[in-house]
T-cell receptor, first 111, second 116 residues
Framework: TQLLEQSPQFLSIQEGENLTVYCNSS?????LQWYRQEPGEGPVLLVT?????EVKKLKRLTFQFGDARKDSSLHITAAQPGDTGLYLC???????????FGTGTRLKVLA | DTEVTQTPKHLVMGMTNKKSLKCEQH?????MYWYKQKAKKPPELMFV???????INESVPSRFSPECPNSSLLNLHLHALQPEDSALYLC???????????????FGPGTRLLVL
């Protein structure tokens, strides 16, 4: 299967807490994108990870690509209300223009 | 510049109307996409154009008709839509060569469509 499963599906936390979102697949993929989407807006690219074991940081967000390139995680430190949104992972099917999206994680950070 | 623009931002149409959604990018990308997104769901692929030719049609009903006039523009023509077609329609673009592992999609802000 080429599905991308994200967990948790929904997360409601207080400002200042830490959280981790997971994106898992049974297939190996060559790269993976993470997006954040606010209601009524298009997804905004956060990062692309390519190398197994790779770690990328974007301010309070840390992205990790699994060693076997079958999974990825997004960790947010000291969450803020501005982090609220739908977080989506996505991968391209090799040799095609077709992208598969994860099931999504809806994050709400309360002030 | 990684901007993809879409117009209009909002659209309300009746089931007998004909309307068009427009998308534009000036990043030199050679692949352009239309997605449909329902509330609280991930985007669903509708069409892909690569090098201005239709590459993928995900069995979309013929009341949706895509058009790629040139490498920077993508249109979606709408005719005789149903209320269940109400959704956020997203355009995206990517560099184009499928062999590039860094290949990444960039999305526009979307058009929120309501069919009455």
């Amino acid at each position: 299967t080429q599905l991308l499963e994200q967990s948790p599906q929904f997360l409601s936390i207080q400002e200042g807490e830490n959280l981790t979102v997971y994106c898992n697949s049974s297939s190996v993929f060559s790269s993976l994108q993470w997006y954040r989407q606010e209601p009524g807006e298009g997804p905004v690219l956060l990062v692309t990870v390519v190398t197994g074991g790779e770690v990328k940081k974007l301010k309070r967000l840390t992205f990790q690509f699994g060693d076997a390139r079958k999974d990825s995680s997004l960790h947010i430190t000291a969450a803020q209300p501005g982090d609220t949104g739908l977080y989506l992972c996505a991968r391209r099917i090799s040799g095609t223009y077709k992208y598969i999206f994860g099931t999504g994680t809806r994050l709400k950070v309360l002030a | 510049d990684t901007e993809v623009t879409q117009t209009p931002k909002h659209l309300v149409m009746g089931m007998t109307n004909k309307k068009s959604l427009k998308c534009e990018q000036h990043m030199g990308h050679r692949a352009m996409y239309w997605y449909k997104q329902k509330a609280k769901k991930p985007p669903e692929l509708m069409f892909v154009y690569s090098y201005e030719k239709l590459s993928i049609n995900e069995s979309v009903p013929s009341r949706f008709s895509p058009e790629c006039p040139n490498s920077s523009l993508l249109n979606l023509h709408l005719h005789a839509l149903q209320p269940e077609d109400s959704a956020l329609y997203l355009c995206a673009s990517s560099q184009g060569p499928t062999g590039n592992v860094q290949e990444t999609q960039y999305f526009g802000p979307g058009t929120r469509l309501l069919v009455l």
